[in-house]
C-alpha cells in the first residue's frame, strides 16, 4: 500500500509525457504540409542568447530555452526534413533554420528561429554584416556597434528569431514587438541604452 502513491504518480507522469509528445491533427497536418520533422537542438543553441528583429533589434533576449519554457500550450522543436540528419560536426559558419512549435487548442504557431550557434558572438555578428550590409548601410552599422558593446557586456547572441507564424499564417507585427508586448517575455539586455537589464 505504501507503494500505491509512487505507482500513482508515476502513472500520471508518464501519461503527461505522451500527451506532450502528441502532436494535435491540426499540428500534424502543418508539420507535413511544411516537410518538418522532429528535432533536438544542439544545447548550445538552446542555452544561448537571441534577438528577435532581422534588420535593427533594440534588446537581446536570453536563453532560448527560457523562451520555450514561458509558452503556455505543449511545445515540440521541429526542422526542415533534409536538415534533420546534418553531421554533427557541420561548419561553423552554417546556418539552420529550428520551428519552436507551439500547439494550443486554437491555433498553432511556429516560432521561427535560426541556429546559428555554431559561432562566436563575434563570428554571428560577422555572418549577419554579409547578409544586411547592403540592405541597410548606416542602419546596420549602428546595430552592429550596439551588438559589439553587447558582446563584451558578456550578452553576445547565437540565434535569431526571424518570423512568427499563426496556423500557416505570417504575422506582420515584428517578433520582437510580440515577444515584448504580446507575451511579456522580458529581455536581458538593451541595445540602445547599451545595459543589461534587471531580471
Same mark, same amino acid.
Given at each position: 500500500?505504501?507503494l500505491?502513491?509512487?505507482?500513482?504518480?508515476f502513472?500520471? =507522469?508518464?501519461?503527461? @509525457?505522451?500527451?506532450?509528445?502528441? !502532436?494535435?491533427?491540426? /499540428?500534424? &497536418?502543418?508539420r507535413?504540409?511544411n516537410?518538418?520533422a522532429?528535432?533536438?537542438?544542439?544545447e548550445?543553441?538552446?542555452?544561448?542568447?537571441?534577438?528577435?528583429?532581422?534588420m535593427?533589434?533594440?534588446v537581446i533576449?536570453?536563453?532560448?530555452?527560457s523562451f520555450?519554457?514561458?509558452?503556455?500550450?505543449p511545445t515540440?522543436w =521541429?526542422?526542415?526534413? @533534409?536538415?534533420k540528419?546534418r553531421? !554533427?560536426?557541420?561548419? /561553423?559558419h &552554417?546556418?539552420?533554420?529550428?520551428?519552436?512549435e507551439e500547439d494550443?487548442p486554437?491555433q498553432?504557431?511556429?516560432?521561427?528561429?535560426?541556429d546559428?550557434?555554431?559561432l562566436?558572438?563575434?563570428?554571428?555578428i560577422?555572418?549577419?554584416?554579409?547578409?544586411?550590409?547592403?540592405?541597410?548601410g548606416?542602419?546596420?552599422?549602428?546595430?552592429?556597434?550596439k551588438?559589439?558593446q553587447?558582446?563584451? !557586456?558578456?550578452?553576445?547572441?547565437? &540565434?535569431?528569431?526571424?518570423f512568427?507564424q499563426?496556423?500557416?499564417e505570417?504575422m506582420a507585427?515584428?517578433?520582437e514587438?510580440?515577444?515584448r508586448?504580446?507575451l511579456?517575455?522580458?529581455?536581458?539586455?538593451?541595445?540602445?541604452?547599451?545595459k543589461?537589464?534587471s531580471?
Amino acid at each position: 500500500m505504501r507503494l500505491l502513491p509512487i505507482f500513482l504518480g508515476f502513472l500520471l =507522469l508518464v501519461g503527461h @509525457g505522451a500527451t506532450a509528445l502528441a !502532436a494535435s491533427d491540426k /499540428a500534424a &497536418a502543418l508539420r507535413q504540409a511544411n516537410g518538418l520533422a522532429v528535432f533536438t537542438p544542439p544545447e548550445k543553441f538552446l542555452a544561448g542568447n537571441f534577438v528577435a528583429d532581422e534588420m535593427n533589434p533594440e534588446v537581446i533576449f536570453g536563453a532560448v530555452k527560457s523562451f520555450a519554457a514561458s509558452r503556455k500550450c505543449p511545445t515540440t522543436w =521541429l526542422i526542415e526534413s @533534409g536538415d534533420k540528419d546534418r553531421p !554533427a560536426g557541420f561548419g /561553423a559558419h &552554417a546556418e539552420y533554420t529550428l520551428y519552436l512549435e507551439e500547439d494550443c487548442p486554437d491555433q498553432v504557431v511556429y516560432y521561427v528561429f535560426i541556429d546559428q550557434s555554431g559561432l562566436t558572438p563575434q563570428q554571428w555578428i560577422e555572418w549577419r554584416e554579409k547578409f544586411h550590409k547592403s540592405k541597410a548601410g548606416e542602419q546596420f552599422d549602428s546595430a552592429k556597434s550596439k551588438l559589439e558593446q553587447a558582446c563584451t !557586456a558578456g550578452c553576445g547572441v547565437g &540565434a535569431e528569431l526571424r518570423f512568427i507564424q499563426k496556423n500557416g499564417e505570417l504575422m506582420a507585427k515584428s517578433p520582437e514587438a510580440v515577444l515584448r508586448q504580446d507575451l511579456k517575455f522580458a529581455p536581458i539586455y538593451d541595445l540602445n541604452q547599451g545595459k543589461k537589464l534587471s531580471p
